[in-house]
């Protein structure tokens, strides 16, 4: 794993996006993983800055994302789908069609899980994954405790991430209680993958995924055993300033 450390979560946003834009720039019809969360929105930020200023086009690109919550409709500002519309899709020049999120209402949900492993077989392998780390080492919405072997299933949220999401939330007795989500098994078959970590209270597990053993009890730890990763740290994780690179 290739560890960047950046000296503010500003620096980790524009470290994130100039890469793949660059990738994007590169290879037109690229297929990326995203991810939702405060982690990423700096780098979507700057995506869309660079959209207009460098005329990144984003009209072959197809993209995936990890996980949606169950029971909320896609309008509902806390649904992942309004989250990418409102931080990425709705400013950049990305077709409709090349856009996949898991579908949260779903009325047969194991089927939506076969059909989104299906459309990841059909137009990946994904090229870069974005992934941010849980504060429990979750990925996407992979709990401690899920099969390294798992493809796109439907999980219970643990309290734990219910709680830090709840401030997305009026109250956390909103937060849905379960996710549809890629499995760690679709996640490791990106060929590459960028883990972007920042903020105090991730430093715990960024300690654990650096220092800790492999185990499905860590899911982020999966990691190591992937050819490709890229950690973009900021200094609030590590407490230092300096570019570890
Ligand atoms: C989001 C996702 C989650 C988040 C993680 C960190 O699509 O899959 O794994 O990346 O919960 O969330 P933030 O960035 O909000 O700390």
Redesign the pocket.
């Known amino acids: 794993m290739d560890i960047i450390h950046t000296t503010s979560y500003e620096a980790l946003s524009q470290e994130a996006a100039t890469y793949i834009a660059k990738q994007v720039r590169s290879n037109p019809s690229i297929v990326l993983g995203l991810?939702?969360?405060?982690?990423?929105t700096g780098m979507y930020k700057h995506l869309l800055k660079d959209h207009i200023i460098n005329k990144t086009s984003y009209g072959s690109v197809t993209t995936f994302?990890?996980?949606e919550y169950i029971g909320l409709h896609k309008t509902d500002p806390n649904s992942?789908y309004a989250f990418m519309e409102k931080h990425l899709f709705q400013h950049i020049n990305i077709q409709k069609d090349n856009i996949f999120i898991p579908d949260g209402l779903a009325v047969q949900l194991d089927n939506e899980c076969k059909s989104y492993e299906e459309k990841l077989n059909t137009h990946g392998p994904i090229d870069i994954q974005v992934?941010?780390?849980?504060?429990n080492g979750?990925?996407?919405?992979n709990e401690p405790g899920t099969a390294f072997n798992s493809r796109t299933h439907v999980v219970e949220l643990t309290a734990s991430?219910r709680n830090?999401?709840a401030r997305f939330f009026k109250d956390t007795a909103d937060v849905p209680s379960h996710a549809l989500?890629m499995g760690i098994a679709s996640i490791m078959g990106a060929k590459e993958i960028i883990l972007?970590v920042?903020?105090k209270?991730?430093a715990k597990a960024f300690e654990q995924l650096l220092y800790g053993e492999i185990s499905e009890n860590f899911p982020a730890s999966v990691l190591k055993k992937h050819p490709c990763v890229k950690i973009i740290a900021d200094s609030t994780v590590l407490g230092k300033s300096s570019i570890i690179a």
């Open positions: 991810a939702t969360g405060s982690t990423p994302n990890l996980d992942y992934l941010g780390l849980g504060e979750h990925i996407g919405f991430t830090a999401n989500t972007l920042a903020g209270n991730k």
